[in-house]
């Protein structure tokens, strides 16, 4: 799992645990264990650690491997809620131990939209790792017939061709994942269409000064 794909997880779970503080706000419930052993199935252990940031607290298990936690530093008794699935946590001081029973309550339900998530992500890396792997390889075909030196930078969604014309010109060519196809083909012709200062090009391209610390590829 590449690091977009957890960080876009992580906001999901982020955006769960903020809708449930929101909507527990006030809510004075106070921390009962066996309700929560018998009424709602999970399981529990005390925490406890020593040094400079000391921890105690509770750690709620379920069956489908989701946690939850109740946990809070010793010296300020502030009580700092988790919850976590597959992995990918999300965590807030909510001094609200409603907050807590919410989660609890919903974590089945989160779990399934979180996994839903994690898969239809899942699938698109490898859709753009498809994508990525072709563009470079029909790059690396277009390029070997030019005179211009060249480098590409990779960004989440596409990968830029950086070509240097003359005077000190640099051509950005952003090629996306879910364009490529279309992208690809007007390559040649766009580079020569600036070459020829005609610039009546189809696909978007982004002029700069050449970048002189750049490592550029050059052409055999």
Not at 71 to 84: A, D, G, H, R
Not at 93 to 112: P, W
Not at 166 to 177: A, G, S
Request: proline letters at 1%; a positive charge; aromatic letters at 12%.
């Amino acid at each position: 799992m590449n690091y977009e794909t957890q960080r876009k997880l992580k906001r999901f779970l982020d955006e769960k645990m903020r809708t449930i503080f929101n909507e527990t706000v006030g809510n004075k419930s106070k921390l009962d264990i066996s309700y929560i052993k018998t009424e709602k199935g999970f399981d529990y252990s005390v925490t406890k650690s020593d040094g400079w940031n000391a921890w105690e607290g509770y750690t709620f298990f379920n069956n489908n491997g989701c946690q939850c936690y109740l946990k809070y530093p010793t010296k300020t008794k502030k009580k700092l809620i988790y919850m976590s699935i597959d992995n990918i946590s999300s965590c807030g001081y909510y001094a609200n131990i409603g907050t807590l029973y919410r989660c609890m309550d919903e974590i089945d339900g989160i779990a399934v939209e979180f996994r839903q998530l994690k898969s239809d992500l899942e699938k698109q890396e490898k859709i753009d790792d498809i994508a990525k792997n072709s563009i470079y390889t029909w790059l690396k075909s277009i390029m070997r017939n030019q005179s211009y030196s060249y480098y590409t930078t990779e960004d989440k969604h596409k990968i830029t061709l950086s070509i240097k014309m003359k005077n000190r010109v640099q051509l950005d060519i952003p090629i996306y994942f879910k364009k490529f196809q279309k992208i690809m083909p007007k390559l040649t012709e766009t580079i020569q269409q600036y070459e020829n200062t005609t610039n009546q090009s189809k696909i978007k391209v982004l002029i700069s000064n050449s970048n002189s610390e750049q490592k550029w590829i050059t052409s055999d």
